[in-house]
């Protein structure tokens, strides 16, 4: 994936100074958080870098779990790191929206309605991430999950889990931000193509985006701005 993205993403990186002093946006999250790295963007007249910051494997499952504290506990001491009123965005949730894991696995196993279970599981993240940018104080934008590929290895009927899991994921995501200091960076929007699947426009693998897809988040950040407020 690493390669992939190196190669993928080295006609989006340029030497060439703008004139203008570069800072750093922070991306915290799993694998997915490299996806842009060291790539630049504009926000409000300025360049910003994209730092990665990577927590291997994490879910958003882990981060409303109470019990799953090694996570939490990672992600807090990530951003308790980073100089005060920092820019972050944060990856979490395609993992849980995968068709052998996350979500799918745990509602058959407890017999718990999905929708039910990924509303409660939102929520546990929200609260957790809200209290953490309340106490660092730094500005955050989450990130929800681009639309998946359609796998040659799934049957139809898994595709189309895979497909809903994640609309139901971003969909209760949305809902539930709707109201929050907390910014909304939407991904599936521009990636999704035709019954929900990948437009394959912008993933570099099976999972991955890669840097062709900052113009789009860009766009968004700048258009958002002012709905993620620095508390």
Request: charge should be neutral; glycine fraction near 6%.
């Amino acid at each position: 994936m690493i390669q992939a993205l190196e190669a993928q993403n080295k006609g989006f990186m340029s030497n060439k100074s703008d004139g203008s002093e570069t800072r750093l946006i922070y991306h915290l999250g799993e694998s997915h958080c490299l996806s842009f790295a060291h790539l630049k963007l504009r926000l409000e007249g300025q360049t910003y870098k994209v730092q990665p910051v990577i927590s291997f494997g994490t879910k958003v499952f882990h981060l409303s779990d109470a019990v799953q504290r090694s996570f939490s506990e990672i992600l807090r001491a990530q951003l308790r790191h980073l100089p005060k009123h920092s820019k972050v965005m944060l990856s979490f949730g395609e993992i849980d929206c995968r068709l052998h894991e996350g979500f799918l696995v745990v509602a058959e196993a407890r017999n718990i309605d999905l929708k039910d279970l990924i509303a409660q599981t939102i929520a546990g993240y929200l609260r957790f991430v809200g209290g953490l940018a309340l106490e660092m104080q730094h500005q955050i934008f989450i990130l929800n999950v681009p639309a998946p590929l359609h796998s040659s290895k799934s049957s139809a009927a898994e595709n189309a889990s895979v497909a809903n899991i994640v609309h139901l994921f971003n969909q209760n995501l949305a809902y539930q931000m709707h109201q929050s200091d907390i910014g909304l960076v939407d991904l599936h929007k521009f990636t999704c193509g035709f019954e929900g699947f990948s437009n394959r426009r912008f993933h570099c693998d099976d999972s991955h985006l890669d840097g062709r897809a900052l113009q789009e988040i860009e766009r968004q950040l700048s258009w958002d701005y002012a709905g993620a407020n620095l508390v």
